[in-house]
């Protein structure tokens, strides 16, 4: 399907576990992202990648590891997973960084972290 | 600091009825605002995006309207459906990209429930 999808949908996890969310775009997007989203905040960014094999942080990088060996993927790590963890996370990717470039969001993945 | 601030928080209408949704923000430099619809269990989808010439914008039943000088935007829904009930959020750049990032300020949303 085309798109961008993530997965799982949901993962309950305990703590101190490792867990990597999945991101799958098929628009060949040079640019992806991470964005958690919890009440009372807006989305806020976790990494980003301007390509294959470039990523850089965003606003909340602690606790996270994202890598991109093909510009299809963006998978997303947390090392050993923190109830201050749990939230909804979304994917999102964008064909450029020009003024009126739209990002594209996945379905998110719910994580809860016991 | 870069802020996007959305008025009210939530809100109820009838089915049928108008509706406008506020956005402020702090955010410099500035180069454009955009408008996002989130669905409940969905990722944000974008309605509208606005440059700072650009006054009023339209996207079917929604117009979004844009005053650079006073920092305001603002989402007006007309002629509500049950089919509008989801959050809207405003998003702005958040200034000059470095290395090439997008990266956008988002408001925490109005959350919009459209009832019988």
């Known amino acids: 399907d085309a798109g961008i999808t993530q997965s799982p949908r949901y993962k309950i996890t305990e703590t101190g576990r490792q867990v990597t969310l999945m991101c799958h775009q098929t628009?060949?997007?040079?640019?992806m992202f991470w964005y958690r989203q919890d009440l009372g905040h807006g989305l806020r960014l976790i990494y980003y990648s301007a390509a294959a094999d470039i990523t850089d942080k965003g606003e909340v990088p602690d606790g996270y590891v994202v890598s991109r060996s093909k510009t299809e993927n963006f998978p997303l790590t947390l090392e050993s997973a923190t109830r201050s963890q749990t939230s909804v996370y979304f994917c999102?990717?964008?064909?450029?960084?020009?003024?009126?470039?739209?990002?594209?969001f996945g379905a998110g993945t719910r994580l809860s972290v016991l | 600091k870069n802020q996007v601030e959305q008025s009210p928080q939530s809100l109820i209408i009838l089915e049928g009825k108008n509706c406008t949704l506020q956005c402020n923000y702090t955010v410099s430099p500035f180069s454009n605002l955009r408008w996002y619809k989130q669905d409940t269990g969905r990722g944000p989808v974008s309605l509208t995006i606005m440059t700072f010439s650009e006054n009023t914008k339209s996207n079917g039943r929604y117009t979004a309207t844009l005053d650079a000088d006073t920092k305001q935007s603002s989402l007006h829904i007309t002629a509500s459906q049950l089919s509008d009930s989801a959050s809207y959020i405003c998003v702005v750049p958040g200034g000059t990209p470095t290395g090439g990032g997008n990266k956008l300020t988002f408001g925490t949303g109005t959350q919009l429930k459209v009832e019988l």
């Open positions: 628009w060949s997007h040079s640019y």
């Open positions: 999102a990717s964008s064909e450029s960084t020009g003024s009126k470039n739209i990002q594209y």
